[in-house]
């Protein structure tokens, strides 16, 4: 299984961005996917999650700025993330979870930079 991102670069502040990410390889029954991130300096954190049936959660920084959506058939997430701030700032990972053997599939980070 391989999950490739993409949509991650400079940004101002204030400004939106949309991160993709597609896993191939392997067909396997997703349980949740979402995206992480990790800024310099500080530990990774959940940004936002969907699972298969399509219930979202999202980390309080990013609630009301940040929306996710999947596409299950075609193993893609997304995310849009609006009024960016520095603090969002961060390599963003993308991640499936099987719902068979519970395991998690990682993609290898994508750069979000939001100038003030």
């Known amino acids: 299984v391989q999950l490739q991102a993409s949509g991650g670069g400079l940004v101002q502040a204030g400004g939106s961005l949309r991160l993709s990410c597609k896993a191939s390889?392997?067909?396997?029954?997703?349980?949740?996917m979402g995206w992480y991130r990790q800024a310099p300096g500080k530990q990774r954190e959940l940004v936002a999650r969907?699972?298969?049936?399509?219930?979202?959660t999202y980390a309080d920084s990013v609630r009301g700025r940040g929306t996710i959506s999947r596409d299950y058939g075609k193993r893609t997430v997304d995310l849009q993330m609006n009024s960016l701030k520095p603090e969002d700032t961060a390599l963003y990972y993308c991640?499936?979870?099987?719902?068979?053997?519970?395991?998690?599939?990682w993609g290898p980070g994508t750069l979000v930079t939001v100038s003030s």
């Open positions: 991640y499936f979870q099987s719902a068979t053997t519970g395991r998690a599939y």
């Open positions: 390889g392997t067909v396997f029954s997703v349980h949740v």
């Open positions: 969907i699972t298969r049936d399509g219930s979202p």
